[in-house]
């Protein structure tokens, strides 16, 4: 492997055959160039599909009550189902090994006002916990926090849009506004992630104060953020066992598909998973055909090599060359030829798309990239190609008869 000799001899017959080499070389290259280019392009759409469309909340499971469409158990349909408080804790208590978080929100339209403005915005009670299943960031000041929750605090988080509408121009921390008969703080002001008006003329306060206000145990709306190591096969398991449960808690039919709402994205992330496992292998398709293409031109350039140094290889045997070592030399030759353009292959196309940034944000690629373990991937495949294209003809060289070399023309 390491013979001066056998490696000067390799570099002979490659610079005899400079042009059918490098042509043959440069379709490796090719292979590899494309095979890593769209494989990175690829995580890059990934990851824009991710960020667009699966975000903070994009495994959450929701749960909310509806109106029941068949009669059960007694009951008629038609029924309003209202979930309760209580429902937090056989949430807790049933799935503890599942769940992460577990939050219950009041929501309702109340008139907001100050000295200045007026109008019509949604506030919603909520848990510390929300902030992390939400796709919205504190941009100034801070949540709601546990000892707003344990002091019933009148804290509110609003968001950017609401703080123009009643404070332009001014620092909205530490104001006051009016919500109902009661007189509120803002603690913090947070901005959609997505951009969207809706959610930023929104209003959060602590779960516990709202509770209180109210005097209620229902609630709008429960959800749940499983947790981190559980598989999307798994979440949409434990969101069927959830509305399995509360349709025997609320006696409502097990057809019934209105009378309680549970929902989740586990299913659609599936279906995307599913889409970029296809658009993955498409990646192979689309390399491998290329890489089929370098390991024949490969290949060939092998078979001239081997035809033009019959002789030479006759006379290696005459002197007491086995067949291994001939085998060898072959396929040194042309694994080398394999990893160098390969190579050079593989360093180009992860230069570009490992620069290629933000440019591509509007076609929805987000920070493309090859990671470590696609790299070693290419790199035992490019070593498999360079082993297939000098197998055949380094066993047709290991074959050869010294008498019959000798004779060759």
């Known amino acids: 492997m390491f013979d001066v000799d056998r490696w000067r001899e390799i570099w002979s017959s490659i610079s005899s055959n400079k042009l059918r080499t490098s042509l043959s070389g440069l379709t490796i290259a090719l292979a590899l160039f494309v095979f890593i280019t769209l494989f990175g392009l690829g995580n890059g759409l990934q990851n824009g599909f991710q960020k667009q469309f699966f975000n903070a909340n994009s495994l959450n499971i929701t749960i909310s009550g509806g109106t029941t469409s068949e009669s059960f158990n007694g009951f008629k349909k038609g029924r309003q189902i209202t979930l ?30 100050n000295a200045n403005n007026s109008g019509s915005y949604s506030v919603t009670g909520v848990y510390p916990e929300y902030e992390h299943m939400i796709n919205e ?5 801070r949540f709601i926090n546990e000892k707003d929750m344990d002091n019933q605090s009148k804290s509110i988080v609003v968001g950017r849009l609401v703080a123009q509408d009643f404070f332009p121009g001014q620092v909205a921390i530490g104001q006051n506004l009016q919500i109902g008969k009661g007189v509120y703080t803002i603690v913090g002001i947070f901005e959609s992630a997505d951009g969207g008006d809706n959610a930023e003329r929104s209003i959060y306060t602590p779960y516990t104060t709202f509770k209180t206000i109210y005097a209620t145990d229902e609630v709008s709306s429960i959800i749940i953020t499983p ?17 399995y449960n509360f349709k025997v808690r609320y006696n409502i039919s097990p057809e019934d598909y209105s009378g309680v709402r549970v929902r989740n994205a586990a299913e659609s992330m599936e279906e995307t998973d599913q889409f970029f496992f296809i658009l993955t292998l498409m990646v ?15 290949g060939n350039i092998m078979v001239f090599s081997v035809k033009e140094r019959t002789k030479e290889i006759g006379i290696r045997k005459a002197l007491g060359a086995t067949p291994v070592s001939v085998l060898s030399l072959i396929m040194q030759e042309a694994i080398l030829i394999t990893l160098v353009f390969g190579a050079i292959g593989i360093l180009l196309a992860t230069l570009v798309v490992e620069n290629i940034g933000d440019s591509l944000e509007e076609y929805f690629i987000f920070d493309p990239g090859v990671d470590s373990k696609s790299l070693i991937l290419a790199t035992i495949i490019l070593f498999v190609a360079g082993t297939v294209s000098g197998m055949i003809p380094a066993l047709r060289a290991a074959k050869i008869k010294p008498i019959e070399a000798l004779r060759d023309e």
Do not use: H, M
Not at 86 to 109: E, G, H
Not at 227 to 243: F, M, R, S, V
Not at 284 to 298: M, N, P
């Open 84 to 113: 309760k408080d209580k429902d937090i804790n056989f949430l807790q208590n049933s799935f503890p090994d599942q769940i992460k978080y577990v939050v219950a929100t009041i929501a309702k339209t109340d008139t907001i006002r």
């Open 227 to 243: 947790k981190d190591e559980l598989k999307l096969g798994d979440i949409k398991k434990l969101a069927n066992t959830i509305d």
């Open 284 to 298: 192979f398709i689309i390399g491998g055909g290329s890489l089929i293409a370098g390991i024949v031109s490969i």
């Open 137 to 141: 960031k504190i941009s100034y000041g």
